[in-house]
């Protein structure tokens, strides 16, 4: 069986398939020279978990939960002694199932769990959620446009009672009537005003305030409050035009998200009690609101999930920018409560196990070991498993056990190939678990002011904005590759690799699984159960069995390779035991060994670089810079430089953008001495994607690009790829081949173009200056 990895929640928001969230909480718009208190509830030591200003020396003032006791803890200290709570105190512990009494100049407020007390009463927070929302939107919608991107934001809120929004003779509801006087406000303010302005042809019924929003409810099938035709002058009814716009909103909002998405549609913010719950989404959610007395209920991935996917234009193209593909959340509690919900829906729903060591963390280790591909399978996977746990390093639930530092000082892998990885196995299990440990969703707080990355502020300068410019030319150009392999070298190695690879191999028995239930009456309680049993039945039907031929074998490992169709046959020919290639996964492993052997040919022989005239790389993609995300400063395994890029006064010296991200502590290492190298002219750290050399192994893109002064006139320009504290040995053949590529790409672009640029490899930022003579 092929080792199976899944994508799961957390993977596909690590990776970027959806849109990141951010957090826009009430607490922001509480005035924060009034009291503001929440009791969260009671922890496992009988303390009281509250919410409340506070505010650092030097810093500005913030929510923070803190965890108090009557006996040692002051209400007016933790808050670093803002006046508004110079006469509050505990007036007693916690008890479970009272609520909390805090004295409050001379008073005694009764705080329920998850009551807060605060100037506002609820209707006051429902305002202030919908305000927050409807500023949210239009501050993402211009912000779309602003960037060229032709695509219409939408809002989505979800709501506890639909007579709210909805009135049982058709009127509208609080919340509606709500969303009317506040967007109708916001809208006449000058800066939204000159934007409408700027963007007429895409709201020319922006000001129609009942055009723009719709909602749709469970009720709403039934048709007891869309049929009302008739005019009553007692009692607020739908008139025939009313009627028609409310079902020509929930068609929309229904069956027609083409149509939603159009700017010729005005319909932007939608509301909603239970009926979109199960199965609706639309990828143009940018603003979620959730009006909801339970604060529990936000964090549920079913509501969130309405608007996470990547959105599409009006064009029907779907758009990856991580900038701009951003949810936001307005919550009705602090981004702290919200944050640690959602991360604990995502571990629950994923069923995410901290110290399991699972198949991807096996496959992880594997390849951070420098393991081949073809190295890599099943059966070595279950092997690794099997000898941590004979050594006591993982339990018998796949689970690593604690203080294992000696236990993997002394393994010994039985294994030959996990015995020549050994000292890089032992060292990957301790960094992967370490990773997996810290394995965390980073959400954006919008009540935070947000980290801008831009340009380095010696960009202004003529001679560094020249510098940047040929930087640029350099890297723009376009090739193609070439490469002559012995053949006749590559056919017999490639067959005595799959001989090898098969020689130990054999057709498993094939078995399917079933379950079957039984009842039965228990003697002595009297009680009856019933249970599920496993049976595993052998397939005996030869019809059933899968048989491929020598043509669909070799069709299949074309497609994987590229290879002529000839020499794949002439492999096949040679192959011992042709009956494995029926095994799906033998099948995947002999295309890894034809993998393997091309590849350890491609790298014995020489590659070649053609330019390809007339096609250049974009130079912006090649210099984009890092999103930054305020709360990923100071998170364990988050790798920025500056370290903290919401100081004022923090930005790199000579790199193209101020910020940067990492993916270790020594690419941080590596800036920060290329930053206080006084003859750095400038670096950056190039793009994934941006910059490409196309290879064997598929598109490359080096680590850095480098402008270092030669003799205070002419500048040097450099391409690196770290890999920190790696010696050559250490190298995959993976990494091998691609900086082999790298050499003979930019070998070509020197000589083609007379514009000089070297290639290197660096275990550190003293070996890149040694390599290079510098």
């Given at each position: 069986?092929?080792l ?5 929640s ?5 990776k ?22 929440k ?39 933790l808050s ?24 409050a ?15 506002f ?10 305000r ?7 501050e ?33 509801g ?22 409408f302005e ?11 305030v009942?055009s ?35 079902e ?19 319909l ?9 719950r199960?199965?609706?989404?639309n990828?143009n ?10 604060d529990n ?26 900038e ?9 509690s ?33 390849k951070?070991?420098?393991l ?18 004979a ?12 203080e ?11 294994n ?8 890089k196995?032992?060292?990957?299990i ?5 990773e997996?440990?810290?394995?965390r ?20 300068e003529?001679?560094?904005k020249?510098i ?5 030319d ?11 392999i ?14 090898k ?14 379950e079957?239930g039984m009842h ?8 009856s159960?019933?249970k ?8 005996e ?18 497609e ?9 046959s ?56 890092d ?24 930005g ?11 993916d270790?502590?020594g ?5 920060i001495?290329?930053?206080?190298d ?5 670096f950056?750290k190039l ?60 070998k ?16 550190s ?10």
């Amino acid at each position: 069986m092929n080792l199976i990895y899944k994508l799961d929640s957390y993977d596909a928001y690590i990776k970027k398939l959806v849109k990141r969230i951010r957090v826009r909480s009430i607490t922001r718009q509480v005035p924060q020279d009034f009291p503001y208190i929440k009791y969260r509830g009671m922890t496992k030591n009988n303390d009281a978990k509250i919410e409340i200003f506070t505010r650092d020396t030097g810093k500005k003032v913030k929510i923070k939960t803190f965890e108090i006791n009557k006996d040692k803890d002051n209400i007016y200290e933790l808050s670093g002694d803002l006046k508004q709570y110079k006469n509050y105190r505990l007036v007693e512990n916690p008890f479970k199932g009272k609520p909390l009494k805090i004295e409050a100049d001379g008073k005694v407020l009764e705080l329920e769990e998850g009551e807060t007390y605060t100037p506002f009463d609820e209707k006051d927070i429902v305002r202030l959620q919908i305000r927050i929302a409807i500023e949210s939107h239009l501050e993402q919608q211009f912000r779309l446009l602003d960037a060229g991107k032709e695509i219409k934001a939408l809002s989505l809120f979800f709501i506890d009672e639909v007579a709210k929004v909805r009135g049982e003779d058709g009127e509208d509801g609080e919340y509606f009537k709500i969303f009317d006087e506040e967007y109708s406000r916001i809208i006449k303010q000058e800066r939204w005003k000159k934007k409408f302005e700027e963007y007429n042809d895409y709201f020319k019924n922006y000001d129609d305030v009942k055009s723009v929003r719709q909602g749709y409810f469970a009720i709403d099938k039934l048709k007891t409050r869309t049929d009302v035709i008739e005019i009553d002058e007692n009692k607020k009814r739908y008139n025939q035009k009313e009627r028609r716009s409310i079902e020509n909103g929930i068609e929309l909002i229904l069956n027609k998200k083409e149509e939603l998405i159009s700017f010729d549609t005005p319909l932007a913010f939608i509301f909603s009690h239970s009926a979109l719950r199960e199965g609706w989404d639309n990828p143009n959610i940018f603003t979620l609101c959730t009006l909801k007395k339970s604060d529990n209920e936000i964090a549920k991935k079913q509501e969130i999930g309405r608007g996470l996917r990547l959105p599409v234009d009006i064009h029907g193209k779907r758009h990856k920018d991580e900038e701009y593909n951003v949810l936001t959340v307005v919550a009705n509690s602090s981004y702290d409560e919200f944050s640690k919900s959602l991360q604990k829906s995502y571990n629950e729903e994923s069923g995410f196990n901290k110290e399991e060591v699972s198949e991807d963390v096996v496959l992880k280790v594997f390849k951070e070991a420098g393991l081949k591909p073809s190295e890599i399978d099943t059966e070595l996977a279950t092997t690794f498993l099997k000898e941590l746990k004979a050594n006591g390093i993982v339990n018998a639930k796949g689970e690593l056990k604690k203080e294992i530092e000696d236990k993997l000082e002394k393994l010994e892998f039985k294994n030959e190939v996990l015995n020549t990885h050994s000292i890089k196995l032992k060292e990957e299990i301790v960094k992967v678990m370490e990773e997996k440990g810290s394995k965390r969703i980073i959400i954006e707080d919008g009540d935070e002011e947000k980290v801008v990355n831009r340009e380095s502020r010696f960009v202004k300068e003529d001679d560094f904005k020249n510098i940047v410019f040929n930087l640029g030319d350099r890297l723009s150009y376009r090739t193609t590759y070439r490469v002559n392999i012995d053949e006749d070298k590559f056919l017999k190695e490639a067959i005595e690799k799959l001989n090898k690879y098969f020689k130990y191999k054999d057709l498993q028995e094939q078995y399917y699984s079933i379950e079957e239930g039984m009842h039965y009456i228990d003697e002595l309680e009297g009680a009856s159960y019933e249970k599920a049993v496993k049976v595993n039945e052998k397939i005996e039907d030869e019809s059933i069995r899968i048989e491929r031929s020598k043509l669909e074998v070799v069709d299949y490992i074309m497609e994987g390779t590229d290879l002529p169709r000839q020499s794949i046959s002439e492999i096949y020919d040679a192959v011992e035991k042709k009956h494995l290639f029926n095994s799906q996964e033998y099948l995947d492993g002999a295309l890894n060994e034809i993998k393997s052997a091309l590849l350890a040919s491609i790298s014995d022989s020489p590659i070649e670089y053609d330019l390809l005239e007339g096609y250049r790389l974009n130079t912006t993609d090649i210099f984009k810079m890092d999103t930054i995300i305020n709360t990923e400063i100071g998170k364990e395994n988050i790798y920025l430089y500056p370290e903290d890029p919401s100081r004022d006064d923090s930005g790199t010296e000579r790199g193209i953008n101020r910020y940067y991200k990492f993916d270790s502590k020594g690419e941080q290492e590596f800036a920060i001495q290329l930053d206080k190298d006084p003859k750095v002219k400038l670096f950056t750290k190039l793009s994934k994607g941006g910059f490409i050399i196309d290879t064997p192994y598929g598109n490359y893109t080096p680590d850095w690009a480098i402008v270092y002064e030669d003799n205070g006139k002419d500048n040097l320009y450099f391409i690196s790829e770290t890999k920190i504290d790696k010696e050559v040995d250490d190298l995959s053949g993976e990494e091998i081949l691609k900086i082999k590529c790298g050499k003979a790409y930019f070998k070509t672009i020197s000589e083609e173009t007379g514009k000089d640029i070297s290639f290197s490899w660096a275990k550190s930022y003293m070996d890149f200056k040694e390599k290079n003579n510098l």
